[in-house]
């Protein structure tokens, strides 16, 4: 995934950059960037590694050397970026969010119009310097960027700095949010609507799908302006999203608290105690707890002084290890006791299996598993989730096969999404098996998108029901 910040203004703008910046530290965990942009000394940048130490210390001296008007910055779990380019539009950073999955049919195609591109260490191309090279096949930026969001098959966000403001452009289909904050002499662009708050920013407008602005320290100005049709990641809500923001008018916090709420309200067992896992799975389980009236607990905390989402790395088999070292159980609260644990999903249960031995062996009773989504059957094809795998990976598909004897075709595989199925129980309890749960029950599709709130025309629900 990935997250980014950028910001004009008529002061110096590095500031607000390095810290609205950082606020996007929960969605990357491997490289980070800014670039900005001055009259006196032109253009400049920074890229470094994430992997090992946050954002903050590994920019704080860069924070402290530029200066300049304008600037975007990035956190990213992939590729190195902003990238800054030198062409025919003059030069120009850009920095993106989302996922290109014609990425090799565009790059042939550049390549055939001598064009060509410099491969990263895994040999793949950096989809930010793709993005930049497709604006460059226009006569000018608006027109390059909107072809960039045409011609993407996923999702495309992005922000470009130039020497005259920072454009800002959100995904055709409005996968991803871009939100405006603005305060005297100064107008921000970014993913996480908190990120302006605390630099003294207030609410300006949210882009809509496919719309293009520009900005300056003065005024925002509409290039493109929105269109009809939008398919915002409901995982947004569900688990990326950070607390204390806001998409589309709807507070992830209090989306949460809905889920848990609409999740008490199907279920039939009394235990002792509500718990969620930390920390996406935390609100989901208050919103249970104060519907049901069963009390919320913590019988295990996270240790996070020395490891911060910033420290988990990208290899799966390591961040299984670190996620089960960062929980630190609290006896008192387990022993002898039938626990309700909610976390946001379950993608391949070996996080979570782990997690209910490690209670079970605490002294737990009982434990019984209340997902905050509905059984994960697709991968998805928009964004770069690390939650949302291969198919191959997903435990419900393991699950599927083996119950029917090998792969599923399209209409069986609808069967499994229904959840007043036999099929679907049938999938159900053979999880809850596998994973030694005392009893799962995942929440709807039907509740999870009324607990958003807005029409599910508007919801991209991919993952759950393979429905584009």
């Not at 946050?54 to 990238?83: L, V, W, Y």
């Not at 062409?87 to 064009?115: M, P, R, W, Y």
């Not at 697709?378 to 598909?397: A, D, H, P, V």
Request: hydrophobic share 35%.
């Amino acid at each position: 995934m990935g997250g980014f910040f950028g910001v004009a203004s008529k002061e110096d703008c590095v500031f607000d950059l390095f810290y609205g910046v950082d606020y996007h530290s929960h969605l990357g965990t491997r490289r980070a960037g800014m670039a900005v942009y001055g009259k006196e000394n032109g253009f400049d940048k920074a890229i470094h590694n994430i992997e090992n130490a946050p954002f903050r210390t590994k920019f704080a001296k860069d924070s402290n050397s530029m200066q300049g008007n304008f600037g975007i910055g990035c956190i990213s779990d992939f590729e190195a970026q902003p990238i800054l380019v030198r062409s025919h539009h003059g030069t120009f950073a850009v920095t993106t969010v989302g996922k290109i999955n014609n990425i090799d049919e565009i790059a042939q195609k550049l390549i055939d119009g001598n064009t060509h591109f410099f491969e990263m260490s895994n040999g793949d191309i950096n989809p930010t310097e793709l993005v930049a090279s497709i604006i460059n096949q226009k006569e000018n930026l608006i027109e390059g960027i909107k072809y960039a969001l045409d011609i993407v098959d996923g999702s495309l966000s992005l922000l470009v700095l130039t020497d005259k403001g920072v454009y800002a452009a959100r995904d055709k289909y409005g996968r991803t949010p871009v939100v405006l904050g603005h305060k005297e002499g100064s107008y921000c662009a970014c993913f996480e609507s908190f990120a302006y708050l605390n630099l003294g920013y207030e609410d300006y407008k949210e882009l809509g799908p496919g719309e293009i602005v520009v900005f300056d320290g003065d005024s925002v100005k509409t290039l493109v302006t929105p269109g009809d049709k939008m398919k915002i990641c409901t995982f947004l809500w569900i688990y990326y999203g950070y607390p204390s923001s806001s998409y589309e008018g709807i507070s992830v916090e209090k989306m949460r608290y809905n889920c848990g709420q609409a999740l008490a309200k199907r279920d039939n067992v009394k235990p002792d105690i509500v718990a969620g896992v930390p920390d996406s799975g935390i609100a989901h389980a208050i919103g249970y707890a104060n519907e049901s009236g069963v009390p919320y607990s913590r019988p295990f905390v996270k240790y996070t002084p020395t490891w911060p989402r910033s420290f988990m790395p990208t290899h799966q088999s390591k961040r299984n290890l670190i996620a089960k070292m960062k929980l630190i159980p609290i006896h008192d609260l387990i022993d002898g006791k039938s626990l309700l644990l909610i976390d946001d999903s379950i993608v391949r249960g070996t996080q979570l299996r782990e997690t209910t031995e490690f209670l079970y062996s605490s002294g737990a009773k009982e434990v019984h598993i209340r997902p905050a989504c509905p059984p994960l059957l697709f991968g998805c094809k928009y964004l770069n989730f690390s939650r949302s795998t291969s198919e191959m990976e997903l435990i419900t598909r393991r699950v599927i096969e083996e119950l029917e004897g090998g792969a599923p075709d399209d209409k069986t595989l609808k069967e499994y999404t229904d959840p007043n199925s036999e099929k679907y129980q049938q999938m159900v309890d053979k999880i809850c098996e596998k994973l030694h749960f005392t009893s799962l029950r995942y929440h709807r599709l039907d509740d999870m998108i009324n607990s958003v709130g807005i029409g599910a025309d508007k919801l991209c629900t991919y993952c759950w029901n393979g429905e584009e």
